[in-house]
């Protein structure tokens, strides 16, 4: 597959100041111009030469650039009106491998606009990252359409989501990622490599499916992380007390229940949702 555009095009900095576009605050928006760095973000998810990927908030095409002059196709989501005209440009320089789907993210079934196998590659907007993260991990089945998952968050965030138990930064996100999944951070990104730049520093995290655990509900593992860790100063005899038997199933495993849901590992919590489930 081609992966140079039909047309030539200007630098992304010169369209943006020629359509007189402004990253949004409400949209959490923050552009990135540095070619060098989008392709090396685009290059995280391996050969994409010939495959589908599906990106949020493409805002006014820098990453999306990137991932087409790798040979992907790419599906873009995005709710802000203005950057459509620029995105229509890069569709008609790389023959139409950009679709654009304008709505929000969070409304639309990215299994069924990719009709197949495809990567997520995405720049997320931080008002919606981790709302769109935890729903891509929580599929029933497994392993899921996506191949992979190549996201940018806060570093914060990132740090949360490939953090061992025990650690400050374990959670809810912990466990969610890495149950059925590998995740590591793959790329970290100085926060002067925005416009305008944000108050905190990036990090790309990638993410692979890996062997499911079986006999295990993802919806209850779900519903017991959201609870565990919505009270994680209190003990697990007390977060967990609105889930029918789970208490008595956390004694059954053998973990205490004075416990505090930041100390109980990966392991222990499918083991406690394949007992619930029983």
């Not at 570093?155 to 809810?172: D, H, L, M, S, W």
């Not at 992380?225 to 007390?238: A, C, N």
């Not at 208490?247 to 495993?253: D, G, H, K, P, S």
Request: charged letters at 25%; one cysteine or more; aromatic letters at 6%.
């Amino acid at each position: 597959m081609s992966r140079t555009p039909a047309r030539s095009l200007p630098p992304l900095r010169e369209t943006v100041r020629a359509h007189g576009l402004s990253a949004s605050k409400a949209l959490g928006q923050n552009f990135l111009f540095d070619e060098q760095l989008l392709d090396r973000i685009a290059a995280l998810p391996g050969d994409l030469d010939g495959a589908t990927v599906f990106e949020v908030g493409p805002g006014p095409g820098g990453l999306t650039r990137a991932l087409l002059r790798a040979g992907a196709r790419v599906i873009a989501v995005e709710r802000d009106h203005r950057c459509l005209p620029l995105l229509a440009d890069l569709s008609e320089a790389f023959d139409g491998r950009l679709t654009v789907v304008e709505g929000d993210a969070m409304a639309v079934d990215a299994d069924a606009l990719a009709g197949g196998p495809y990567h997520i590659v995405a720049n997320l907007p931080y008002n919606v990252g981790t709302a769109l993260f935890t729903r891509w991990l929580e599929p029933a089945e497994w392993p899921p359409r996506w191949q992979s998952l190549t996201l940018m968050f806060q570093q914060e965030v990132a740090e949360r989501i490939v953090a061992p138990v025990g650690t400050n930064a374990y959670g809810r996100l912990a466990v969610l990622a890495q149950w059925r999944a590998e995740a590591k951070i793959a790329m970290k990104v100085h926060r002067s490599a925005f416009t305008p730049p944000p108050k905190v520093m990036s990090a790309i995290v990638r993410i692979l499916p890996g062997e499911e655990p079986e006999g295990v509900d993802p919806a209850l593992l779900s519903r017991l992380t959201e609870k565990g860790f919505g009270q994680r100063r209190k003990m697990l005899r007390q977060s967990l007390k609105s889930i029918p038997g789970a208490v008595e199933a956390l004694e059954a495993i053998g973990i205490d229940p004075t416990r505090r849901a930041e100390t109980v590992g990966v392991d222990e919590w499918v083991a406690l949702a394949r007992l619930l489930k029983c």
